[in-house]
């Protein structure tokens, strides 16, 4: 595939329910980035990677969330006991190199729907 | 701390009009500057990006955007807007040595026949 791919495309989880989502990069991008788009907003940002590494995970709301990339390719966002707040679309996108002004390129996102 | 602006929740133009998408920001260093477009159910497509050099950017489907370093203003413009430009639109700024994008609320463009 060219581009970014994210699975599922929609998840419905009980509350409390832990689910995962699931992102494959353009192949050979180092950088790899989560971002949580609730209704109405832009895009904010959870965490990233280089290579396997996650060398940012400010933007994770609460330690119910957790991100691993283990072998520097596919990433899997974690999200424990979910709550109704999770509700949103969860973005990755991936850079070709590590410095600031590469583009990210995004995938078409997982919907969330937490009842 | 970074930030971004996008004072319009919704943009019309007619069709064949030329069409302006605004977007402000605020960093300490260095911005790079970036216009993405979500149409429905669909991730970000890029369109275009300031990194530095000529202050106004040419990128896909006919869009361009003018920095102002003066204004802090990233404006996206199209000459003349078609329907299918009908979408989301969203201004990001990244600062230099940072990682995260930090975008705007968003502005939903709307083209009319």
């Known amino acids: 595939g060219a581009g970014v791919s994210q699975s599922p495309r929609y998840k419905v989880a009980k509350r409390g329910q832990d689910v995962a989502l699931r992102c494959d990069p353009i192949s050979g991008h180092v950088s790899l980035f989560w971002y949580q788009q609730a209704l109405g907003q832009g895009p904010e940002f959870l965490t990233y990677f280089q290579n396997e590494a996650q060398l940012d995970k400010s933007g994770l709301p609460s330690d119910r969330f957790f991100a691993e990339r283990p072998e520097g390719s596919v990433s899997t966002l974690k999200i424990q006991r979910t709550q109704q707040e999770d509700s949103a679309v969860y973005l990755c996108a991936s850079s070709l190199r590590e410095i600031s002004v590469e583009t990210q390129y995004f995938g078409p996102g997982t919907r969330l729907l937490v009842l | 701390a970074q930030s971004v602006a996008q004072p319009e929740d919704q943009v019309k133009v007619a069709e064949g009009n030329p069409l302006t998408v605004k977007c402000t920001y605020s960093v300490s260093g260095n911005p790079y500057l970036f216009w993405y477009v979500q149409y429905p159910n669909r991730g970000l497509q890029f369109l275009l990006k300031?990194?530095?050099?000529?202050?106004l950017v040419k990128g896909s489907y006919g869009f361009e955007a003018e920095f102002n370093k003066s204004q802090t203003s990233f404006h996206l413009k199209k000459p003349s807007a078609l329907v299918s430009d009908s979408a989301l639109y969203f201004c990001?700024?990244?600062?230099?040595?940072?990682?995260?994008?930090?975008f705007g609320t968003g502005t939903r463009l709307q083209v009319f026949p």
């Open positions: 300031y990194i530095t050099g000529d202050n």
């Open positions: 990001a700024v990244r600062e230099a040595n940072t990682d995260k994008l930090i």
